[in-house]
């Protein structure tokens, strides 16, 4: 039973990882056809605040609370920064997008490797996620379970936000038709900055959970970028009950891979995966099917 | 009524010669300073650095014909890089093994034993024909499967990223049958000729920069022939193109095809002028350190992928040496500032230096249609519809 | 229907329905298109007229049968189709901007050249071609790019491709939307110039047009067909009349 268990769970908390990842790709690619390869940077300075939270406050406890908000605003800052000075130049040419937004990760990476230097820094996680908790007879870490706690929660929050705030529905009517939201007083530049920003900020989040869980370092994203970008095109672009599929999908089959086979041969074995996945079905899971040609 | 009956206001058949032929002037020109001027003039050390900028050219030009010209963004281009790479050093390894002997670094850090697939590489003509046909054979696969399912755009460049990272993943992982994180390295002959001959060396890098100009030629013909302006309007109106009967999958995965080869010859040449072959030549960063070339120089251009892979190489060579991090700063800001300010790269400047350029038929030759650069915007002569309501009579 | 207008590249389509989620744009539509006249297909918006075409060209999924030369269109690829002889033009003009007049039209004559012969430049103009630029009228503009035509040039450039193509059948949607009265006459004269032996179907909304140059018309109304015939016949038919607000008035006028 442990056998398939322990990767079960650990899948599932990887898959909540790369949900906070891929929640802001998604929506950023599904309402500006925006690619934001610095998205994995995102991920990273949410850990370095959770690290420099803690060179703050010494409370391993309060400063992690502490530092969810705190990298939410901080990461979600700094897209807003990248789509105010970069990418709102760049509407019409998503490759060129994403070309430049690579130039911004390596910048970011460069940045945080002169800053903290290239080894990276440990973040001490509150006692109160050191233990297990005993699910069904099965030792579950806190750490996991918080994790995917942590990204349930902020995926509610996200599609409470577009449900019923005011924003949201201004985000909503932009995603479905841009020309249209703007003819009714909508103003998208302001939607696609406010989409920026909170999708930026749950990366923010997910940061800090990758802190608790293995620590900071300057190329931590690198890992995470194209797992992410994975998810989102396997759930659907702008699908987010799709992301949250995929994403818990590819968590689990890698953390069985890498359990039946080596790390190294999971990741090419996903590809392969996914290759053929996007082969069957290029659209990924949920898509709507529309009278446009778009 | 043939092409010299056809003379519209300004652009005539003279003025559309030039355009056609013209390029064959500057590869002339680009030869005669990779193949004359350089060996007579530099030193070996400085040589053999130009030879890797060249091997690396060849497939940043790859990459010109399936992005500038075909759309593709190709993030993975590493992996048939490392493909050529590998087998090229797998060869070369096995010759300095010896006849029926066993690579070092197997002995280091095996048992010894030497996996089967890797001795058909002992033979010179099989590595050639290799070099050809497994980027070839991988190409073809990986792109029919993306391309025929309308992969495109974003989703295509990610794929082929995650490419890249598998592939050098699975290098890494296999320490015992490639070498691992280190590699394929201290190589001591190629081909039977002794490599710290100064001389081979010289060779060496002639080869490279001959198969520049060779592909130079190549591509010239490709752009200009027909199959050439098949892609570049499937590049900018993909689904117009399935209603004048063509797959526009099977146009772009010629030219993936063809760019992937392209890719695996430069990285076979690679080998023996760097020495060495590892994972971090063929994975994600390595895979877009060949793109900066082409995005500074101007994707859609002729020379601009070449001298753009040269200057980028070169860049690289004497700024990381004196300014290790700052490098990264500079290829970063590389990135962003093409990306937003100039998108053509430095070829998209051609036609605003040409237009300074005082010419009685320079208005008309604005018009011309030949230079097929994307950022290229043709102006409106509006004079010539008065030409028209006659001829429908 | 008279024995002139029998041949045998004409296109029968049965029960054509296309399903969006739900929505039937095109409603078990029954339709014969008979080669060597100019068919005029109207209708108000959304009657489902671009989306009929669409299904046809395979550029949507439709249910149903549609049979041109013993091939059923709806089971085939879209540049299947085209290389089947049928062709069709969008109702933004779609032409090659950056690639001059030329290039656009001989781009469209590949549909007869061999795959391999495409790696050698243009040699001399094809005659097709030159056919094709005199038809329409664009010799004189043969090298420049397409993207600096005015919109009723882009529009017979368009129509020379599909006469490159050979096709024949073709499917012109709202050609005429957007031209001065002179590109409008022309246009006109252009299409009964090449009607020969091939059936254009011409999604119209210029009832001044289709009264000039239609030979049979059929109607369409929320996905279905509404009223088919000449345009006399059309014009009297009273649910034509209820469908277009104040055509009665526009019989009166013009009689």
Redesign the interface.
Known sequence: MDVLTTPFLTGTATGAILLLAALGLTLTFGQMGVINMANGEFLMVGAYVAYMTQQVISGAGVSIVVALPMAFIVAGLLGLLLEVTVIQWMYKRPLDTLLATVGVSLVLQQFAQDLFGAQGDPVTAPSWLGGRISVFGYEWPHRQLFTILLALAALAALSAVLKYSFFGRQIRATVQNRQLAETLGVSTRNVDRITFFLGSGLAGVGGVAIALISGTNPTLGTAYIIPAFLVVVIGGVGQLKGTLLAAWAVGVVTAFLTDWTSGSMAQVITFALVVIFLTMRPQGLFTVRTRSLA | ???AG?K?AG?TRQK?LLN?YGPLIGIAVLAFFLLVWAPGTMTAFRLGNLGKYCALALASMGIGLAWGRGGM?VLGQGVFFGLGAYAMAMHMKLEAAGPGGVPDFMTLYGNGTMPSWWEPFRSGPFTLFAIVALPAVVSFI?GY??L????K???F???T???A???A??L??TIKQTGGFNGLNTFTTFFGHNLYDPKVGKNLYMIAAGLVILFMLILW??Y????G??L??TR??E?????????PANIKLVAFVVAAIMASIGGAMFVPLAGIISPSNVD?PAS?ML?AGV?LGGRSSLFGPVLGAIAVGYSRSTLSEKFP?QW??F??????VI??FL?GGVASLWPKVRSLWPSSTRRAAK???SS?D?D?E????VD??Q???A??A | MTASFLGEDYLEIRNLTVDFDGFKAVDGVDLTLLQGRLHFLIGPNGAGKTTLVDALTGLVRGSGEAVFRHHDLLAMKAHEIVRLGIGRTFQTASVFEQLSVLQNLDIAAGVHRKARRSILARGKVPERVEQALDTIGLTALAHRPAGILAHGQKQWLEVGMLLVQDAKMMFLDETVAGMSTDERDETGELLKRIVGDRTIVIIEHDMDFMRRYADFVTVMHTGKVLAEGTVAEVQSDKRVQEVYLGTTAEVGTHG
Do not use: N
């Open positions: 009524m043939t092409d056809i519209v652009v559309r056609t963004l990986l499967a993306i025929k399912r309308r992969v755009g974003a989703y460049a990610i794929l990223q995650a490419m990272v598998a592939f993943t699975l890494i992982a013909q490709l200009r022939s027909r199959y302006e098949l570049v309007a900018d109106a689904e117009r193109i399935r209603f004048l009967g063509y797959d994600a877009i793109l995005a991090t990264t700063y290829l970063g800001a590389l990135f962003i990306m937003l998108p018009g011309t249609a097929v994307r290229h043709p102006t409106r002569d010539l519809d030409a028209e309501p001829a429908l």
